[in-house]
Structure formats: C-alpha cells, structure tokens
DNA sequence: TGTACATCAGTGAACGCGCGTTCACTGATGTAC
DNA sequence: TGTACATCAGTGAACGCGCGTTCACTGATGTAC
C-alpha cells in the first residue's frame, strides 16, 4: 500500500489535485462541525491544507462557495431520499412515508447544511446549477406525492402541503432541540402530522 | 409644542433615557434594513445614537441582545395573531384561518426577525424571557386549534400539524421569493394548505 | 434646603481578532514545434 | 525526444475593515443626613 500510493505521495505538493472538491468536503465538515459561522473562506482553505488565497482560483468569493456548498447539499438530500425509498415496500403510502422520513433524517443530521440550503441570506439561489440540484430534490418528493393528488385544484397544493409540513416540522424539532427543555415538538410521530394520507389516496 | 418638550429636549444628552429599548428598536430596524448580518452592537449603537460602548450596560454581550429582541419579536407576533383572530367572526374555522392569517403575515413582514426568533444559532433558546414570549405565541395557536383536536392521540398532534404547516410555508415561501423566478409555492392560497380543516372539526 | 457621597450610564481611545481580498511571485503543467 | 513558452494553481505577505470587548474616565443622578 505504501508503495502504490508513494507515487501520489511524492507528487509536487504545488498543485492539489482537485481543490475543488476539497474546498467543498471542507465546508461541509466546518459546517457540521461550528455551524453557521464557522463557514469561512480561511477556515476551508486551511481544512484543505492550503493557503487562504487560494479558494479565490476557484469560487467567486465565499458567496460563490456557499452556493455551491448548497448545491451539493441538495445532491446528497436527493440521494437519501431516493436511497430511503428504494429500501421501502412498493406500495404508493409507504414510499411517501419512506421519502418523508429520509426529508427528516437529513434535516435533522444536517442542520447547519440544511439552514444553508433553505435560508441563508448570502447563497445566491438564482444561480442556475443550484436551482438544477433543488428541482431535482422536489422533484422525487413530488413523484411521491403524486398518487395522491386529488382533483385539478390539488393538484400543486398535495405536494406543497407535504414539502411545508416536513420543512416546518424540520425547523420546529430543532428549535425544540435547542431549546433543550421538554417540547410539544418532541415524541410527535411523523404519520402523526402526514394527515390522512389514506383520505387522499385517489 | 416646542415649549413643552425644550425642558425634555435640553436635559443633559449624558443620560439617554431609555438606552435599552431604543437598542432593541434600533436592532429590530435594523434586522428588516439589512437583514441577520446587519445586526451588530456597534450598528444598534450608533442607530441609537450613542457610543458603541454604551450597549455594555444594558445587555450581556451581542448574544443578549439578540435573545432579547427575538422575545420582543415574539410579542409583537403574538399580537398580530390575537390582532388578526379578534377582527375574523366568531367561527372557529375562521378564527383559525384568521390566526393563521395573521402567522404568514408577520413572517413575510418581518423575515429576518422572524428567522432570529426561530433559527438563530446565536441566540440562547432557553432565555426564560424568550422561553414565556415564545410560549404565548404557541398558546394563542394551540387554543385556535382547540376546536380541531380529534381523539386523545390527535390531542397535540393538530397544532403541530398546523404549527409545522405554517412555518414551512413561510420558510419555503421565503426562499421562492428569494429566488425570483416562478416557483410552485406560488400562489398557494393559505386554505389550500391547510387540508380539510371541515374534516378536523369534531 | 443644602451638602457629601455613592452609584449609575455613557464616553472615547485602544486592544486584538479573523475576515475577504489583492498582489507580485513561483513552481508545475501542458502544448507547439 | 527535446526545447521554448504560455498557462495555470498555489504562496505568503500585506491591506483595510468592522467586529466585540476592555478600561479609565466623567458627568449626571439619586440618596443619606
């Protein structure tokens, strides 16, 4: 093993490899790791064992690399829930469910990530390869609420009322969690606030 | 008029009066001017229109500041709702609706303050203050949800339907707005959402 | 009513910090011939 | 295969910025007597 990698090892340290990506794994780990504000440019440079000017080769600024970052968080929120629904029965209700419950998971083991995604006041949610990664991310939830919509009226609205019950709840449950003390949010069942999937069954 | 307020007017610039509201006036400002980063101490200092040392006497660090103004926000949310409830008729399903009504409206108006109260990582959620505001703010959508409890297990369950309802609505909405292009949270009427309240009421 | 004094609230200068950004540079890479 | 050269990616020093915080201070307030 050591001979087979000593070959990459000795490679000039000048150039990285892919910077790139490294910036972006960075981010993510500072992320989870600080939160919010431990998201710098400096700090993702220095995770990547580079120097602090180098990101600027590669992002527009730290507004462009927070959009990125938030790009590839949609990427991987798609792939849970894609993941968590190929692994449930075939039946329309579960698969919904299974989508669900990998919403959740993500929101919940991700939130820093998440709040970057959904709220952050300096991603720039106009860039195109972002809107590409969150459409995709809709898309499988409302390929999961389809068999439910009921009527030309509801058409749009199954799939909104889901996407705010599972986005509020996501947000709500944290805030509790901060919070720390006993909530109302705790020990609340996800089929408990899917109201009647089976009355909008068609 | 002139008369009547030059003895106020000439008292001795030293004192300020009422330093720690007008901070936290200055704070909620400027929340809604520039949004989460523009609020800082020197900012709400200097709005306030007195030295960037002064706020040291009144609140315990930036992290004070912002738990106090997010207990403020919850007040005046809390107002709104009751504001809005008591203009609807007497109807459950309306006052409901109205309080709802009244949710939406203050997120939208307020969207910073409004992330500050409920996503800030910076702000100390177990602030016995923020805890009671933030507690009356849940009570008056418990009790327009009080009508809709059906069963023993559907007791809690209602209002943090509702609750989550709400608040990913308002997120969501938030960010299809910030986005700009057409969206298909748009033009979601609030009754769309909130599904089958007839079939909620016992 | 007047005086002494403790307390309080705001001042202004200074501190160190981490930040994003710029810049001339250098070493590595890749291409043309 | 070799050489010249353009391009690219990362370096490290330096910049100015706004931030929160500290500190000795001072002027105003309020209280005890």
Redesign the pocket.
């Known amino acids: 093993m050591e001979n087979s990698t000593s070959q990459t090892a000795r490679?000039?340290?000048?150039?990285?490899?892919d910077?790139r990506e490294a910036l972006i794994q960075a981010g993510i780990a500072l992320l989870a790791e600080h939160g919010t504000a431990g998201l710098?440019?400096?700090?993702c440079?220095a995770r990547a064992?580079?120097?602090?000017?180098?990101p600027?080769?590669?992002f527009d600024?730290?507004?462009g690399l927070l959009t990125t970052i938030a790009a590839r968080g949609f990427c991987l929120f798609t792939e849970l829930m894609i993941e968590e629904r190929e692994q449930s029965a075939c039946d329309p209700r579960q698969q919904l469910l299974a989508i669900c419950r990998g919403y959740l998971s993500f929101a919940e083991n991700n939130r820093s990530l998440y709040n970057l995604m959904f709220s952050s006041e300096r991603v720039n949610y106009c860039d195109s390869h972002l809107d590409e990664a969150s459409s995709k991310a809709y898309q499988v939830l409302a390929d999961g609420c389809a068999p439910f919509r009921h009527g030309p009226d509801g058409a749009a609205g199954t799939e909104i009322m889901i996407w705010s019950l599972l986005h509020g709840f996501a947000g709500l449950s944290q805030k509790a969690r901060q919070a720390g003390h006993r909530h109302p949010m705790a020990d609340i069942p996800l089929e408990a606030i899917i109201p009647h999937l089976e009355l909008l069954d068609s």
Chains 1, 2 share one sequence.
């Open positions: 490679k000039a340290p000048h150039h990285h490899g910077l710098t440019l400096r700090r440079a064992g580079v120097s602090h000017a180098a600027a080769h590669h600024g730290l507004d």
